[in-house]
């Protein structure tokens, strides 16, 4: 069965930086690309970045481009999402997934194992 767990989520100020980690544990994770998603109170899940399996090609939603980059460390079978320059509307919970390629997609469904999410609030 595979774990993931998130952690680095906090409250933070507009224009602060965190960095969130994701450990995988339970299957080849070097075989598999990642993806971080977030989810708003009355929103839907959203894509927000992801890294293929070997870490050559990532992909960001429009609205992070530039602010956000992600990374995998296959060694520690560990993902991360360092954010800066956050703004307020960056506020959700945080989920990292694996996906059940190699290849990155943004469709929450092509995921089938998801963290329990971190939570992100920057205030104004």
């Known amino acids: 069965q595979v774990q993931l767990v998130e952690s680095g989520g906090g409250l933070v100020q507009a224009g602060g930086s965190l960095r969130l980690s994701c450990a995988a544990s339970?299957?080849?994770?070097?075989?598999?690309?990642m993806g971080w998603f977030r989810q708003a109170p009355g929103s839907e899940r959203e894509f927000v970045a992801g890294?293929?399996?070997?870490?050559?090609?990532?992909s960001y939603v429009d609205s992070v481009k530039g602010r956000f980059t992600v990374s995998r460390d296959n060694a520690k079978n560990t993902v991360y999402l360092q954010m800066n320059s956050l703004k307020p509307e960056d506020t959700a919970s945080y989920y990292c997934?694996?996906?059940?390629?190699?290849?990155?997609?943004?469709?929450?469904?092509?995921?089938?194992?998801w963290g329990q999410g971190t939570q992100v609030t920057v205030s104004s």
């Open positions: 997934a694996q996906s059940r390629t190699s290849y990155v997609h943004t469709e929450p469904y092509a995921y089938p194992y």
């Open positions: 339970g299957r080849s994770f070097s075989s598999y690309a």
């Open positions: 890294i293929t399996w070997g870490g050559g090609t990532t």
